[in-house]
Structure formats: structure tokens, C-alpha cells
């Protein structure tokens, strides 16, 4: 005879009212949606845009929205356009968001990911969401808006390739003060090399704390101490620091106990004002380089095209840029994929990203049991033994 954990079939219960809960607001979104969508034609029926009068119209509508549902006027413009573009070029977005089958959160990615398609194609708009809808009913939001960035670049390559052209002649540096003595220095420039310089600065902080814990010397002592080149978490150290501060007749050295993010900012600060850190002497820091993940077309690397390249997870990027990474890089893993834009093999051997995806998500789930699937799916069992299909990031084949 079976027996049943009741703490598990309560478990069960709570997410199945959630779900149900979340698709119920997703439906009155829907409709929500729909209302301003109605709000901004009105506006349209009544005064033509460019006519005399439009813009005085156009403020009293958007003041009439904030102020009725309290909310700011940046928040009221945001809601009336998605409702107006539901309304008017996503009827397939609209009716996933009345069934629940997607968030609000979704219905509003998709919208601004379409930016780049002209407004008046009315078949690149169906084309898109043949595309993106069926991954953002599968998938969560921010895994959904990669994927709808790459599907717009899809549809509408030569305008998504001119757009990044003229966005980079916006990058700037940029410092903003805030509370308590401290302020953000922002820096707009190319998504590659942002991601490249965060994955720079996270690598030279690592080296640093492996460097500090060798230097210290015997302070990771006993049989669950970690081994030699293994990353610790932040809140490993901080379990290993508290242990250190009880056991003071070993006179230990202090360790470094800022996190992650406070090595990053120091490291970056750092770099900046004195190009080079003063944080590691003598440690190999111009030995640490940057990765990041590239996918470019081989005809658009020779230059036959201009198809958009694509970071990976994050969307379309400038093709000229994409291609001087290529001319610099040290390795290059190619791609095969198939007619559905599936990786099919590589002609190199390197850690697959299934492989990455099932070491993250083992670390992170607790008690699930992953069975992996032909074609990179990965079925996970939860503790209540249900299932749950994780497919590997989609690709979007640039034609």
C-alpha cells in the first residue's frame, strides 16, 4: 500500500490553485488590456495623429488614465500602447493572454520585441508570432524575450541590422548620484561587450579569492573542507568565515569577505582609475579573459549578408561587431542545426549547452529527478511526481 505525504499533496494543491489564480488574472489583464486598447481608438477616431489638436488630446487621454487608475503617467503611456498593439497587430498574443496561457508579462515582451517590423506589414507581425508565441506559452518571460528579440531579427533582418548600426553612435558613460554617498556609473555600449566585461571582472574576482585562500593558508581544514580550485559561494565563505572568527586560538588571518558583487564593483573601480588592480599582485590578472557566446551564420561572417548575429540568451546584436569578435577569437566552436534551427553537433568537443543546463538546474532543484531526452529535453520529476518538460534554449534560423 502507498503512502501519501500529505505535506506533498497539499504542496500540490497550493500550486494548482496558484496556477489557476494566475489564470484567472492573466484573462481580466486581457480584458484590462483590451479597454485602453479601445481608449487609444477613440482618440484615434476623434482626432486624426498630425492634425491640429492631437497632442493636447493625446496628454488629456494619458492624464485621464493615471490619474484613474493611480498609477504614473510613464506607467498609463506603457499600458495604453501594449493595449492599442494588442488590439490592433497581435491577435494571436491577445487570445493566449485571455485563455491564460501566457502573463501579461509576456504580451508586453512580445509587443516590444516587434519594434523593429514595419508597422504596416501586417503579415511580418503574423510571421512573428508563429513564431514567438508558442515559445512564450512554454517558456518563462525572460527566456521568452531573447527568443522574441531573434525571431523579430528573423522577420525583419536588414531594419533590426541598421537599428544596432545607429545605436551604437548613442554609447555613452554616464554617473548618476543616489543615497548615501554612492552613485551609479553607467556605461552604454554594445551587448557583447558588456557581458564580455561582467564575465572579465566575475573571472579576475574568482582568482581572487582563490589566490586570498591560498595565501591564508590552512584555513579550510577537516574532511567536508573544499579542494583544491573549487569556486566557493558567497555563502560558503561567509559559513567559513564565521567559523574562523569562533576559533580564534588558531590565529588565522582575516579573509576577504565581500561578495561577488562587492569584488566586481571594487575590481571594476579599480581597473578604471588605475588600469591595472592593486587588488592581486603578481597573480597572472592579464592572463584572465573575457568569454562570451557568439552564434553568427557562416555566409554573414564572410560578408555575403547581413543577417543579425545572436548573443546567446540574449538576442540579436550588430553583425559588424559579432564579426570582429570572430577575427579575435582564439576558438571557434561551428554549429550544425537543423531546419527547425536545432543544434544537431559541433565539430568541436566542448561541454554542450544541454550539459551546462543540467548541472545548473541538478544544483538548484533539490529532491526533482532529471531524466535527459533525446534532443537536449531534459524531463524533471518533482518531489509530488510530476513531470515537467525543460527544452533547451530555441534558435531562430535568420533567412
Same mark, same amino acid.
Given at each position: 500500500? *502507498?503512502?501519501?505525504?500529505?505535506?506533498?499533496?497539499? /504542496?500540490?494543491?497550493?500550486?494548482?490553485?496558484?496556477?489557476?489564480?494566475? !489564470?484567472? #488574472?492573466?484573462?481580466?489583464? @486581457?480584458?484590462?488590456?483590451?479597454?485602453?486598447?479601445?481608449?487609444?481608438?477613440?482618440?484615434?477616431?476623434?482626432?486624426?495623429?498630425?492634425?491640429?489638436?492631437?497632442? /493636447?488630446?493625446?496628454?488629456?487621454?494619458?492624464?485621464?488614465?493615471? @490619474?484613474?487608475?493611480?498609477?504614473?503617467?510613464?506607467?498609463?503611456? !506603457?499600458?495604453?500602447?501594449?493595449?492599442? /498593439?494588442?488590439?490592433? !497587430?497581435?491577435?494571436?498574443?491577445?487570445?493566449?493572454?485571455?485563455?491564460?496561457?501566457?502573463?501579461?508579462?509576456?504580451?508586453?515582451? #512580445?509587443?516590444?520585441?516587434? *519594434?523593429?517590423?514595419?508597422?504596416?506589414?501586417?503579415?511580418?507581425?503574423?510571421?512573428?508570432?508563429?513564431?514567438?508565441?508558442?515559445?512564450?506559452?512554454?517558456?518563462?518571460?525572460?527566456?521568452?524575450?531573447?527568443?522574441?528579440?531573434? @525571431?523579430?531579427?528573423?522577420?525583419?533582418?536588414?531594419?533590426?541590422?541598421?537599428?544596432?548600426?545607429? @545605436?551604437?553612435?548613442?554609447?555613452?558613460?554616464?554617473?548618476?548620484?543616489?543615497?548615501?554617498?554612492?552613485?551609479?556609473?553607467?556605461?552604454?555600449?554594445?551587448?557583447?561587450?558588456?557581458?564580455?566585461?561582467?564575465?572579465?571582472?566575475? *573571472?579576475?574576482?574568482?582568482?581572487?579569492?582563490?589566490?586570498?585562500?591560498?595565501?591564508?593558508?590552512?584555513?579550510?581544514?577537516?574532511?567536508?573542507?573544499?579542494?583544491?580550485?573549487?569556486?566557493?559561494?558567497?555563502?560558503?565563505?561567509?559559513?567559513?568565515?564565521?567559523?574562523?572568527?569562533?576559533?580564534?586560538?588558531?590565529?588565522?588571518?582575516?579573509?576577504?569577505?565581500?561578495?561577488?558583487?562587492?569584488?566586481?564593483?571594487?575590481?571594476?573601480?579599480?581597473?578604471?582609475?588605475?588600469?591595472?588592480?592593486?587588488?592581486?599582485?603578481?597573480?597572472?590578472?592579464? /592572463?584572465?579573459?573575457?568569454?562570451?557566446?557568439?552564434? #553568427?551564420?557562416?555566409?554573414?561572417?564572410?560578408? *555575403?549578408?547581413?543577417?543579425?548575429?545572436?548573443?546567446?540568451?540574449?538576442?540579436?546584436?550588430?553583425?559588424?561587431?559579432?564579426?570582429?569578435?570572430?577575427?579575435?577569437?582564439?576558438?571557434?566552436?561551428?554549429?550544425?542545426?537543423?531546419?527547425?534551427?536545432?543544434?544537431?553537433?559541433?565539430?568541436?568537443?566542448?561541454?554542450?549547452?544541454?550539459?551546462?543546463?543540467?548541472?545548473?538546474?541538478?544544483?538548484? !532543484?533539490?529532491?526533482?529527478?532529471?531524466?535527459?531526452?533525446?534532443?537536449?529535453?531534459?524531463?524533471? #520529476?518533482?518531489?509530488?511526481?510530476?513531470?515537467?518538460?525543460?527544452?533547451?534554449?530555441?534558435?531562430?534560423?535568420?533567412?
Amino acid at each position: 500500500m *502507498a503512502i501519501i505525504d500529505p505535506h506533498l499533496v497539499r /504542496s500540490d494543491e497550493i500550486v494548482d490553485r496558484c496556477r489557476e489564480i494566475d !489564470r484567472r #488574472i492573466a484573462a481580466l489583464e @486581457a480584458e484590462k488590456s483590451a479597454l485602453l486598447g479601445a481608449r487609444v481608438q477613440l482618440l484615434l477616431d476623434e482626432v486624426p495623429p498630425g492634425a491640429d489638436g492631437f497632442e /493636447s488630446a493625446e496628454r488629456s487621454m494619458f492624464a485621464e488614465v493615471s @490619474a484613474g487608475l493611480r498609477i504614473s503617467r510613464a506607467a498609463a503611456v !506603457r499600458a495604453l500602447a501594449t493595449g492599442w /498593439s494588442l488590439n490592433d !497587430r497581435f491577435p494571436m498574443t491577445r487570445a493566449a493572454l485571455a485563455a491564460g496561457e501566457i502573463s501579461l508579462r509576456h504580451a508586453v515582451v #512580445i509587443v516590444q520585441a516587434a *519594434a523593429p517590423l514595419d508597422l504596416a506589414d501586417v503579415d511580418a507581425h503574423h510571421r512573428y508570432e508563429e513564431l514567438v508565441v508558442p515559445c512564450a506559452v512554454a517558456e518563462t518571460a525572460p527566456r521568452a524575450e531573447a527568443f522574441a528579440r531573434s @525571431a523579430s531579427a528573423a522577420v525583419a533582418p536588414q531594419s533590426t541590422t541598421e537599428r544596432h548600426r545607429r @545605436a551604437r553612435a548613442d554609447r555613452q558613460v554616464r554617473v548618476t548620484d543616489v543615497d548615501d554617498g554612492m552613485a551609479w556609473l553607467e556605461i552604454l555600449m554594445p551587448s557583447p561587450l558588456a557581458h564580455a566585461a561582467q564575465d572579465r571582472l566575475t *573571472a579576475i574576482a574568482r582568482q581572487l579569492r582563490l589566490t586570498g585562500d591560498a595565501e591564508a593558508g590552512g584555513a579550510f581544514q577537516g574532511p567536508h573542507a573544499p579542494q583544491a580550485g573549487q569556486e566557493l559561494s558567497d555563502d560558503d565563505r561567509r559559513r567559513w568565515a564565521l567559523f574562523a572568527s569562533m576559533a580564534e586560538d588558531l590565529q588565522e588571518p582575516a579573509r576577504d569577505t565581500r561578495s561577488l558583487d562587492e569584488m566586481r564593483a571594487d575590481i571594476a573601480t579599480d581597473l578604471l582609475l588605475a588600469s591595472d588592480t592593486d587588488l592581486m599582485p603578481e597573480s597572472g590578472i592579464d /592572463s584572465v579573459r573575457a568569454t562570451v557566446q557568439v552564434t #553568427i551564420a557562416a555566409p554573414t561572417l564572410t560578408g *555575403a549578408d547581413d543577417r543579425p548575429a545572436e548573443l546567446d540568451g540574449h538576442g540579436p546584436i550588430d553583425v559588424d561587431l559579432a564579426r570582429r569578435l570572430a577575427a579575435t577569437a582564439d576558438v571557434w566552436d561551428r554549429l550544425f542545426l537543423d531546419a527547425r534551427g536545432m543544434l544537431t553537433r559541433t565539430d568541436t568537443y566542448a561541454p554542450t549547452e544541454r550539459m551546462r543546463r543540467f548541472l545548473r538546474a541538478r544544483d538548484q !532543484r533539490w529532491r526533482w529527478h532529471a531524466i535527459p531526452q533525446p534532443g537536449g529535453i531534459i524531463e524533471w #520529476i518533482s518531489p509530488d511526481g510530476r513531470t515537467y518538460i525543460d527544452e533547451p534554449p530555441r534558435r531562430v534560423q535568420f533567412v
